[in-house]
C-alpha cells in the first residue's frame, strides 16, 4: 500500500542493496481508479514493478449481483457509502457495459472486469473468493483478452471513479 513517493523511496532503498522491489499491492478496479491519478501506477510503469490489485471486483459490486433492488447483505456492507441505493444505481451503466462485453466473449461481468485489469501488462489482479464456483469464475478471466476498443469502452465508462 505504498504511494508513489513511498513507493520511489522502497524502490532506491533496496537497489542500494542490490534487492529488487517487486510489487506493491494497492486497492484498484474499474469502480476504484485511484493509482491512475496519484502516481502509482506511473512509478510501478517506470520502475518495472507489479501492481498487485487488491479488491479487483470492488467487494463484489462489479459482478453484477448486486443493485438498487438487490442490495448486498450484512452490517458491513448496508452501512458504507459505496453499497448506498444511490451508489448502486449510478454503478448500473457500468454493469450492463460489463454484461455486454461479456455476452460478446461468454463471460461474466466479473470475468470482463478482472480482464481489464490483467490487459495492463504492469496489473497482477487479486479477487478473492469465498467458494470453488467463484474461484473457477475468477479463473475465467484468463481464458479470452478483450479487444483495444473494449478496454476503452469500460475505460471511459468508469472515469467517475477515476479520483
Not at 13 to 40: C, F, H, M, T
Not at 95 to 104: A, D, N, P, V, Y
Not at 145 to 160: D, F, R
Request: hydrophobic fraction near 40%.
Amino acid at each position: 500500500n505504498y504511494s508513489a513517493e513511498q513507493l520511489r523511496e522502497a524502490h532506491a532503498a533496496l537497489a542500494k542493496r542490490g534487492i529488487p522491489l517487486a510489487s506493491n499491492q494497492v486497492e484498484y478496479s474499474l469502480l476504484n481508479r485511484k493509482p491512475e491519478v496519484d502516481g502509482v501506477l506511473d512509478a510501478c510503469r517506470e520502475l518495472g514493478i507489479t501492481l498487485i490489485a487488491q479488491t479487483p471486483l470492488a467487494g463484489g459490486r462489479l459482478t453484477g449481483k448486486y443493485s438498487a433492488r438487490n442490495r448486498a447483505g450484512g452490517f458491513f456492507r448496508r452501512v458504507l457509502p459505496q453499497y448506498s441505493r444511490k451508489a448502486m444505481e449510478e454503478m448500473q451503466p457500468v454493469i450492463k457495459l460489463l454484461r455486454e462485453i461479456g455476452e460478446r466473449h461468454s463471460k461474466t461481468p466479473s470475468q470482463v472486469a478482472l480482464r481489464w485489469l490483467i490487459e495492463n501488462p504492469v496489473v497482477l489482479p487479486i479477487p478473492g473468493a469465498k467458494n470453488g464456483k467463484q474461484a473457477m469464475d475468477n479463473a475465467g478471466a484468463l481464458s479470452f483478452s478483450l479487444t483495444a476498443e473494449e478496454v476503452e469502452m469500460l475505460s471511459q465508462a468508469t472515469m467517475a471513479w477515476r479520483k
